[in-house]
C-alpha cells in the first residue's frame, strides 16, 4: 500500500462529474427513442418537432438532451448548442450565449432586436438543435419572447427542459400553438436502474475490488431514485475511505457520504446565488416561518443596515421561487385570507 496515497479507491475522477455523458444510456429508452423522433426528420432534411422534456431533478434529463445533440452533431453535422436559462435568464442574454457559442464577435449594443437579427442570419435557413435547459427558471414574460421569436429562426428545433408541464400551460395561447411541442416525460428511476447507473460509474471510475452490489444498492436506497445526489453519494463514500486508508467502501462510508452532500448540496447552491439570494435564506432560517409581506420589509431593513440596494418586489418573488425550486426553502399558504405564503427552510 502507498501511505502517501491511501488505496486509490478513485481510479477516475471525471466519470463522477456532473457534465460526464457516459457513452451508454442506461434505462432511458422510451425518452431516448422520443427524442429521436423529434429530431430525425433533419437527416431527411425536413422541418424537425419542437420538444418539451420535464421531470424532477436527477432523472438525467440533461445527459440525454445533450448526448442527443452530440450524437446528431457528430453523424449529421448538424449544428446546435446548449443555453441554460438559469444562468441566462433573458431573452436577451439568451441570445448573446447562441452568439458565444456559435463563436461570432459582434457589437456591444444591448439591443435585443439586433441580436436576433444576428442569431438569424447566422443560423440561416439551416437545420439547428437548441437546447434551453431549465426553461421554468425564465420569467414568464421572457419565456414567452423567447419561444415566440426562436421558434421560426431557420429550421430549428428547441428542446426545452423543465420539472415540469406548467410553463408549457402558462405561456401565452399564440406562442404555444407555434411550439406545439411533443411532450417527453421522465418518470423517477426505479431502484434497480439507480443501482445500474451507479454500477455504470463503479466500474469505469472505482478500484474493482473496492466496492460490492450491495453498497451500491445501500446508495440507491438512500437517494430517493435521483441519479445525481447518488453518484455524487458514491463518490465521496469511495474519498471518504480512501482517506480512512480502508480497502472497501463499506457502510459507514456511505452514510457519512451522503450526509456531506445533502450539506454540500445547499452550500453549493447558496454560493452560486446572488447576495440577495443569501439574505433572503437567512433571514427566512433566522425567522423559521415568515410570510411574504413581513420578508420583503425585513429584507428592505437589511438591505438598509448591509448598505445594498435592494432589488424590485418582482425580482425579489423570482429569487424566491428559485429558493423553493432549489429545495433550500419551502413555500406553503398560510392560513391567512388571501394570497399569502410562508416561507420556511428545508433541512
Ligand atoms: N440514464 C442514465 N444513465 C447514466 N447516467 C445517468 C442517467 N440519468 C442520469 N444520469 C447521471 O445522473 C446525473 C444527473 O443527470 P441529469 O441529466 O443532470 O439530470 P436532470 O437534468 O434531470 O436533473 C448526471 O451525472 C448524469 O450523468
Ligand atoms: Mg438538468
Sequence with gaps: MNWAEGYGIVANPDIFSDGFIPDRILARDVQIRELQFCLSPILKRRKPIHAWLYGRSGTG?????????????????????????WEKNTFYAIL??????LRVL?????????????????????????????????????????LYNLCNVGNIALICIGESQFPLLALEDRVRSRLNPQIIDFPQYASDDLVRILRQRAEMGLAPDAWSHKILERIAELCEREAR???????????????????????????????????LKRVYALKSLTEHHQILYHLIREWRGIISKELWNRYLERCKEEKHVPVA????????????????????????????????VLS
Design 61 to 85: 434529463k440533461t445527459t440525454i438532451a445533450k448526448y442527443l445533440l452530440g450524437k446528431i452533431q457528430s453523424e449529421a453535422h448538424v449544428r446546435g448548442t446548449y443555453v441554460n436559462c
Design 106 to 146: 459582434c457589437t456591444e449594443e444591448r439591443n435585443t432586436g439586433l441580436k436576433l437579427e444576428e442569431v438569424r442570419k447566422h443560423i440561416n435557413d439551416d437545420f439547428f438543435i437548441l437546447i434551453l435547459d431549465e426553461i421554468d427558471t425564465l420569467p414568464l414574460k421572457e419565456r414567452n419572447t423567447t
Design 229 to 263: 445526489i447518488a453518484i455524487y453519494t458514491l463518490r465521496s463514500a469511495a474519498n471518504l475511505a480512501e482517506s480512512d486508508y480502508s480497502r472497501f467502501i463499506e457502510n459507514k462510508h456511505i452514510e457519512k457520504g451522503f450526509n456531506n452532500i445533502k450539506d
Design 313 to 344: 418586489k418582482r425580482t425579489f418573488d423570482h429569487y424566491l421561487s428559485q429558493l423553493v425550486r432549489l429545495r433550500l426553502i419551502e413555500s406553503k399558504r398560510a392560513r391567512v385570507r388571501g394570497k399569502v405564503h410562508l416561507f420556511k
Design 96 to 101: 448573446q450565449e447562441i452568439l458565444n457559442n
